[in-house]
């Protein structure tokens, strides 16, 4: 069984910074692209952020762009999501997602981790 | 960004109906959609990619159709263990966004 173990979440006021982690195990996690994805309070899913096998390509959903960014350290495993200049609007349950393509192939999230959660408030 | 939107956002069924969620793009995504279900609480699962292939482990119950801008997920016979949410998902292009779900309740 593939698992994604999440650390990072809690309650951060507006403005701080806060630092999400997403390690695997048993998956070749050097091959696939990676993904964040949130869901705030009682509301649908939300696509953050993308990045490639190799970390040479990422992509954001405008309501993250210039706050959040998505990095990768092969050599651990291990994915991020630094977010930056939170804002209560970011309050959410956050999901690290791996994608079920090769290489450069970002098509569906087909691994998913067991989801942390953010509170951005004062 | 392409908008997708589902239809209904809730819905009430019997066990052994048919159900049916609909699925519209704002732009030809051609095939680029995926289907998700999310129990309360858990993380989301991959039912179907690419509209119409079946992930691997899931039911044959469960089906996808269409393409261009408008998308079909089917449960041919609901089961007690479907009640969930249902997200549609396009990949035509980032931003990826997903539908904004849909309740199967029984």
């Known amino acids: 069984q593939v698992q994604l173990v999440q650390s990072g979440g809690g309650v951060v006021q507006p403005g701080r910074s806060l630092r999400l982690s997403c390690v695997t195990s048993?998956?070749?996690?050097?091959?696939?692209?990676m993904h964040w994805v949130r869901q705030a309070p009682g509301r649908g899913l939300e696509w953050v952020a993308a990045i490639w096998y190799d970390g040479s390509n990422t992509y954001y959903a405008e309501s993250v762009r210039g706050r959040f960014t998505i990095s990768r350290d092969n050599s651990k495993d291990t994915l991020y999501l630094q977010m930056d200049s939170l804002r209560a609007e970011d309050t959410a349950v956050y999901y690290c997602?791996?994608?079920?393509?090769?290489?450069?192939?970002?098509?569906?999230?087909?691994?998913w981790g067991q989801g942390t959660t953010v509170i951005v408030s004062s | 960004d392409i908008l997708v939107t589902q239809s209904p956002s809730s819905l009430s069924a019997s066990v052994g109906d048919r159900v049916t969620i609909a699925c519209q793009a704002s732009q030809d995504i051609t095939n680029y959609l995926n289907w998700y279900q999310q129990k309360p609480g858990k993380a989301p699962k991959l039912l179907i990619y690419g509209a119409s292939n079946l992930e691997t482990g899931v039911p044959s119950r469960f089906s996808g159709s269409g393409s261009g801008t408008h998308f079909t997920l089917t449960i041919s016979s609901l089961r007690p263990e479907d009640i969930a949410t249902y997200y549609c998902?396009?990949?035509?292009?980032?931003?990826?966004?997903f539908g904004q779900g849909t309740k199967v309740e029984i």
């Open positions: 998902q396009h990949y035509n292009d980032f931003p990826w966004t």
């Open positions: 048993r998956f070749t996690f050097s091959s696939h692209g």
């Open positions: 997602a791996g994608d079920e393509g090769f290489g450069d192939l970002l098509f569906a999230m087909d691994v």
